[in-house]
């Protein structure tokens, strides 16, 4: 059968219009002193964002139209494929700071994470959806799935990445929530993995040092280690409630490293003070609470826990990021999706946010009223027969 088509959900899509466009100002803003000094051109980042961006959009139309039923059947190759990247990254991957978690082809680049993060996804709603039930089997249902995600959090952690592989261990324990498995189950998974990644953060000394910082001790309680982090921070206490206007940041001017990438959002605070920080955060409530009740009416498990998944990784990443950039939680690498510099976080988002898009069409939350439809509420009653009451 053909699947049901009605219309998308058009909050959750301008939501996240909304953020690209945004982000090509902010990012412009943020970047231009540091282009100018290294390319000899203020717009030279700006003109790969824009394309960034549009390709990006393109990614959302291209998947709202693809029957989300279909990635059943490819969600394993999916992610070996994905496994297989990341075992191709840790061998031969461009090594940026110390980790290697690129591969690059000529000019272009792609962090094999970002794909294997929403491969994982995907495969996972894919098991509950056949298992069902069986998920709560220990031997036969849940733990194959832990296998899947054990693998590809361990092949993460390895480059070193160790947010991106927390965040995706995170989402995979809200997903095996959302699937029913025991409570039990997943209680005793956290309590092995919990360990074995506080030990993880803390083997290294430049992980050690963050958190050192961040609870107040180390090296000038920490204002060396956390320079990044204050500067963002002066960036928000310079924005105040109103902001001190677009391209007006001062903390882009070679105080705030980086500012278009992880700290966008201090840029956003500085610029467009509280103000624009609220509506940037009140944009990825909406789309929290849109993919939530998409989740509620979808026609399946499978496209339920599917847009539990995609709601639940991109309202994270973005809380995670701003509470890093507020100086709520350890220095992290995490983007802000839609709104950070760099492509492989905004395309793969995009085309999650397009499969979210399309089962959202497949709901009855906005019913496309066909021609038949108002045929019939335009035809005229019949007349009642005599002593027959309507």
């Keep these: 059968m053909e699947p049901k088509r009605n219309h998308i959900d058009l909050s959750t899509l301008v939501s996240v219009l909304m953020l690209m466009v945004l982000s090509l100002g902010v990012v412009y803003s943020a970047s231009s002193t540091f282009a100018m000094e290294k390319w000899g051109s203020s717009s030279k980042l700006m003109t790969l964002h824009v394309i960034k961006v549009l390709a990006s959009f393109a990614a959302i139309i291209l998947f709202m139209r693809i029957d989300y039923k279909k990635y059943r059947k490819i969600t394993k190759p999916a992610i070996v494929i994905a496994v297989i990247f990341l075992l191709v990254t840790l061998a031969l991957g461009g090594e940026v700071k110390g980790a290697s978690r690129w591969l690059r082809l000529g000019g272009l680049g792609l962090q094999p994470s970002e794909f294997a993060k929403y491969a994982l996804l995907f495969h996972i709603c894919t098991l509950f959806a056949e298992k069902k039930e069986r998920i709560r089997d220990f031997k036969h249902g849940f733990m194959p799935v832990m296998i899947w995600i054990g693998l590809v959090t361990l092949l993460v952690l390895l480059q070193p990445n160790f947010s991106n592989g927390a965040m995706i261990f995170a989402v995979s ?76 940041s001062k903390q882009r001017d070679f105080f705030l ?55 639940s990784s991109i309202t994270l990443y973005a809380l995670i990021n701003a509470g890093v950039t ?5 220095t992290t690498g995490l983007p802000m999706p839609f709104v950070s510099y760099g492509g492989s976080s905004m395309l793969f988002s995009s085309m999650a946010i397009g499969v979210l898009l399309n089962i959202s069409s497949q709901t009855d939350l906005h019913p496309r009223f066909t021609l038949d439809f108002f045929r019939r509420k335009q035809a005229p009653r019949p007349e009642p027969a005599v002593g027959q009451v309507f």
């Design 173 to 248: 324990l809200v997903m095996l929530f959302v699937g029913r498995a025991k409570i039990s189950h997943v209680a005793l998974t956290f309590a092995t993995m919990l360990p074995l990644l506080v030990a993880y953060m803390l083997s290294a000394p430049y992980r050690m040092k963050r958190i050192m910082a961040f609870i107040g001790f180390g090296e000038d309680n920490g204002s060396k280690v956390n320079y990044q982090l204050w500067q963002g921070i002066i960036g928000f206490g310079n924005g105040g409630i109103f902001g001190v206007g677009p391209g007006e």
């Design 257 to 311: 490293p980086e500012s278009y990438g992880d700290f966008v959002f201090s840029i956003v605070g500085e610029e467009y003070g509280l103000i624009g920080t609220l509506f940037i955060l009140a944009l990825f409530l909406t789309i929290m609470l849109r993919g939530m009740k998409i989740a509620k009416y979808a026609q399946d498990d499978f496209g339920r826990n599917l847009a539990i998944g995609i709601t």
């Design 326 to 330: 507020l100086g709520l939680l350890p």
